[in-house]
């Protein structure tokens, strides 16, 4: 893929080579043609295989019950010989755009719902995450004025750190909570909170999570509350995946889950018109696997809000041997449990999220691009570069320019070393 030149041999190289195992590919370039490919290395099943897997109750219970697809062995209906061939990979060539956040491709782009693929590669038809959604939003209002994105304007967007839980439900649940004033909200039959300042907190909230967000914190706990399933009333429909479901009940159950969050917030020692910036942070681990001691303020999102830019406390699974500190997790006021959103007494410890970020516009004089990779590029505590990059997101929250060509290169030259190797006769 590096080495194409053109959409032709940039999809020659998945022909070749039997594609990225399980990513999500997208393409675009100065013609103005994009391409998005899911070639995940699945099981090269027939029609009839996939049809079952798509109709038969058994089949799509069990799938229901493990939450993923199971094979029937004890027919050789489903055996295979290989992985799925490219043509019949999910892929979708557009003149507009195409974009995934890690949801199914069957969203690449609503205009063109991409449908009747193995069930192997994913759901069709199914509701979208919130941050799909934020994405989509995005496309749709966040660019310039014709329509399109400048570099500008696509980092801009990147960067904006609007969630879509905000344009989704906070208009109604501010009214809710003007209107429930100062009486508590039962929690339980024993627990129960004065709502009025998680309110004025939300009503002085600005709809991002940046590190200047009053009430950040509250947002993040009372997203990871909210559950779209008994919360919203306006149920999904495919044919308007990305505003639907919508519109928050007014059963209190929202009330009890913005007054379960403002415990939560306290609970952990902070208040709940706390700045983001004061509660979310990345600090580094020495080389021991003690804490630096230096704590960075991190604009950003999550999922469970609906956030684009988004950074979680969790490691998502990419373990590592090298030695990290972490802090321990504050409890949920009813339950008792730790916190889903990884909250401790001293803030949010990001620790995964967006790392490498990248814009690029194509010019008549060739790419210009931005980028950051927001954890710094050295592992090395006394390198310059160990820190760099971490401290120009937390503080200006901006890309640094990507340098290009051979000019651009030479003028930023700090260092050089010349390597040689002498054979031995």
Request: proline share 5%.
């Amino acid at each position: 893929m590096n080495t194409a030149s053109n959409k032709d041999e940039f999809q020659q190289a998945f022909k070749n080579y039997g594609g990225m195992i399980f990513n999500n590919t997208m393409y675009a370039d100065k013609e103005g043609n994009t391409f998005y490919i899911d070639d995940s290395t699945v099981p090269g099943l027939s029609g009839i295989a996939i049809h079952l897997l798509k109709t038969h109750p058994g089949i799509i219970a069990a799938r229901e019950q493990a939450g993923f697809t199971i094979l029937p062995g004890n027919t050789s209906v489903f055996s295979f010989d290989g992985p799925m061939p490219y043509e019949f990979a999910p892929k979708l060539e557009r003149s507009d755009f195409v974009q995934n956040s890690n949801n199914s491709f069957w969203s690449t782009n609503l205009a063109e719902p991409l449908e009747n693929y193995s069930p192997m590669y994913g759901a069709e038809r199914g509701q979208l995450s919130l941050r799909t959604r934020m994405g989509l939003k995005l496309m749709e209002d966040a660019a310039g004025d014709d329509g399109k994105f400048n570099i500008e304007e696509l980092e801009a967007a990147m960067l904006s750190n609007r969630i879509y839980l905000n344009e989704l439900v906070f208009t109604d649940l501010i009214t809710q909570c003007e209107a429930q004033a100062d009486t508590p909200v039962f929690v339980t039959d024993t627990i129960s909170k004065d709502v009025s300042a998680a309110c004025d907190a939300l009503k002085d909230w600005n709809g991002k999570q940046d590190n200047t967000s009053i009430g950040g914190a509250l947002v993040r706990e009372f997203a990871h509350q909210f559950d779209q399933s008994s919360m919203l009333t306006v149920p999904f429909d495919a044919t308007k995946a990305a505003t639907t479901p919508n519109s928050l009940v007014a059963d209190g159950s929202a009330l009890q889950a913005l007054a379960l969050a403002a415990l939560n917030v306290e609970a952990a020692g902070f208040d709940v018109d706390a700045p983001l910036g004061s509660v979310q942070f990345v600090e580094k681990s020495l080389p021991d696997g003690t804490a630096s001691g230096t704590k960075l303020p991190w604009p950003g999102s999550h999922n469970a809000e609906g956030g684009f830019n988004v950074f979680s406390t969790s490691l998502s699974g990419d373990d590592t041997l090298i030695p990290q500190h972490k802090y321990s997790p504050v409890m949920d006021a009813v339950s008792g449990t730790p916190l889903a959103s990884g909250l401790t007494a001293e803030g949010y410890q990001i620790r995964y999220g967006s790392s490498w970020m990248m814009a690029v516009s194509f010019t008549d004089q060739g790419p210009v691009a931005k980028g950051i990779l927001t954890y710094s590029e050295s592992n090395n505590a006394l390198s310059p570069s160990f820190v760099d990059q971490s401290l120009l997101y937390s503080t200006k929250k901006q890309f640094r320019p990507l340098l290009f060509t051979e000019d651009e290169i030479a003028a930023a030259v700090e260092s050089t070393i010349e390597l040689s190797m002498q054979k031995v006769p």
